[in-house]
């Protein structure tokens, strides 16, 4: 394994903490953002799991639906 491919899992991971972090904290259900982002409910888990990276479009329209910018999942 290469040094790109860990550092990418590092990421992924830290987005998809914050994702459900702020989903909890605004009290959404996952059910509620997948129509926000429209996606389906696994899709939503496998995000908020990091099994499944967010591309940049969904992180987005993610980011619309939770209020934050999209640079907030960096921070």
Do not use: C, H, P
Not at 45 to 74: I, P
């Amino acid at each position: 394994m290469n040094e790109g491919n860990v550092a990418d899992n590092v990421i992924d991971r830290m987005i998809a903490r914050r994702l459900r972090k702020r989903r909890k904290a605004l009290g959404m259900s996952i059910t509620m953002l997948v129509a926000s982002i429209v996606v389906s409910y696994q899709q939503i888990q496998k995000y908020e799991t990091g099994q499944n990276r967010v591309s940049a479009s969904r992180l987005y329209l993610a980011s619309k639906a939770l209020d934050v910018k999209v640079e907030w999942f960096f921070e």
